[in-house]
């Protein structure tokens, strides 16, 4: 079974640009969450997705902008990039929300030059 | 607000030597604590967890107890293998999927 799929792996971008990324959760899986890791950090949360619906936010910036599609899939999207947003974003499914058990993607690693 | 520390890393250790890598927590309520370990090249994975005072959560060789008098859950392994190097997070979740992760602790075992 495949597990938590992210896209890109890897992504160049330069101040002032958005950016679009993309996580396929574990089939069946219906919550899905967004953390960033900024090198030599733990995972920040970013967002939380249950059922198409935001359910949970971090303290991050209003640039930052998530949705949940009816297959479950999730886009994480970055507006407006600082060279602080330089990071590995994570995306994480769970089969229902509270499941308490999230299943990570290998993420997608921003450089914003 | 709610948090995680951790001890600092990073932590070199000879096969087979016994590890600890101490975690303390601050949250309010009654959180789920975690492990996540984060093996070279590869995603966070679940180590264990522990939902509630007093239980001990156990995976691999690796244990953790939830000590709610402490805010402590410290994890240990008797005896650690190469193959344990990774980093370790020590997390909380304090509502649905909204996991807070402490820094992290680099662990090198060398042969």
């Known amino acids: 079974d495949a597990g938590v799929t992210q896209s890109p792996t890897h992504l160049i971008k330069t101040r002032g640009q958005h950016v679009t990324l993309r996580c396929s959760p574990i089939?069946?899986?219906?919550?899905v969450s967004w953390y960033q890791q900024v090198l030599g950090q733990g995972p920040q949360f970013i967002f939380q997705?249950?059922?198409?619906?935001?359910?949970g936010r971090g303290n991050f910036p209003d640039r930052f902008s998530a949705r949940q599609f009816p297959n479950y899939s999730s886009e994480l999207n970055v507006n407006a990039l600082l060279l602080g947003d330089s990071a590995l974003y994570l995306c994480?499914?769970?089969?229902?929300?509270?499941?308490?058990?999230?299943?990570f993607g290998s993420g997608t690693q921003l450089s914003v030059l | 607000g709610d948090s995680v520390t951790q001890m600092e890393g990073p932590v070199t250790l000879s096969e087979e030597a016994f590890l600890t890598i101490n975690c303390t927590y601050t949250?309010?309520?009654?959180?789920?604590l975690f492990w996540y370990v984060q093996y070279p090249g590869e995603g966070l994975q679940l180590l264990l967890k522990?939902?509630?005072?007093?239980d001990k959560g156990s995976n691999k060789g690796f244990e953790a107890t939830y000590r709610k008098e402490t805010t402590s859950f410290h994890l240990e392994k008797g005896s650690v293998q190469v193959s344990d190097s990774a980093v370790y997070f020590c997390?909380?979740?304090?509502?649905?999927?909204?996991?807070?992760f402490g820094p992290g602790t680099s662990l090198s075992v060398i042969p």
């Open positions: 994480a499914s769970s089969l229902v929300r509270g499941e308490e058990k999230l299943f």
């Open positions: 089939s069946g899986h219906k919550s």
């Open positions: 997705y249950y059922e198409k619906e935001e359910r």
């Open positions: 949250a309010t309520g009654y959180p789920s």
């Open positions: 522990a939902t509630k005072a007093d």
């Open positions: 997390a909380l979740e304090t509502s649905y999927d909204k996991v807070i």
